[in-house]
């Protein structure tokens, strides 16, 4: 099958905010049908798990042969004779805020070439915002006044004093005290901290410069997969505390004036030890 990026790009946001809409359809009875995972915090719910089989069945029905990574739903082997697409999607980043009714919420939906990301969207249906980005082709944003796409840049941000940082907490106790005290250290160093509870939303932030960086430890690839790529070609620098690319142990993302300087602070405070 053809791997033109940009109809994988067309294909990604018709599923995106498909799931979207979705997502709105259901908030009313959000809280029903809830379970948890790895933690009695690490909520899922039937809203998750129905946005997931919608970006499926939408996908499969143009591209069958496609491979598919989804949060709730797994890893699905494609054809690999065929084609050398694989889907990455979290069908509803920001659970637990959904399940609150918190506004920031989103569906994430990247298309990997040959094992690299190369198209990533993110849409918040509540803001009615749509993220994307195709890898060397900058990244976007179209809004609710729906009047055509605007590209996205990063901050200029140069001083850490005066930057402003997300981040995110993973479920498990342990790992929570010791993040807690990375933020602690953190805290007197920047303008302030923000935390939303949507990886993927963190990152456009940072694309379209609402934040100056962030850093998450445990995040997962189907968090950060499209969100990378989208605050990568907004002009970010996107990695890890080796210089790497981002991972579960570490992603960073930050105006390129700050960057530096956010990763030697976040590594010396001990993070992802």
Known sequence: METDPDALLGLARRAAEAAGGLLLERLATAATGVGSKSTPTDMVSD??????????????AERPADAFLGEEGGEQQGDTAGSA??????????????????????????????????????????????????RG?????????????GPLHVSDA??????????????????????????????????????????ALDLC????GRLDGYYEEGTRHWDRAAGALIAAEAGAWVGNLQGGLPSEE???AAAPG????LVRLIAGLGSGS
């Open 47 to 60: 809203v998750d798990r129905a946005s997931e089989e919608l970006v499926r069945s939408i996908v499969r």
């Open 258 to 261: 700050i960057a530096g300087a």
């Open 85 to 134: 697409v694989r889907w990455v999607v979290d069908p509803l980043d920001g659970t637990v805020n959904y399940l609150y009714r918190f506004p920031a919420f989103c569906v994430s939906v990247a298309a990997e070439i040959g094992g690299t990301v190369a198209v990533g969207v993110v849409h918040d249906p509540q803001r009615r915002e749509t993220f994307w980005a195709v």
């Open 205 to 208: 932030w940072v694309a379209s």
């Open 158 to 199: 140069d001083q850490l004093a005066g930057a402003l940082i997300g981040t995110g907490f993973a479920y498990a106790a342990e790992v929570r005290r010791r993040q807690g005290r990375v933020v602690a250290g953190l805290l007197p160093e920047v303008r302030d901290i923000r935390r939303a509870g949507s990886a």
């Open 137 to 149: 082709g900058g990244a976007f944003r179209r809004g609710p006044d729906d009047t055509g796409p």
């Open 250 to 252: 570490m992603v960073v």
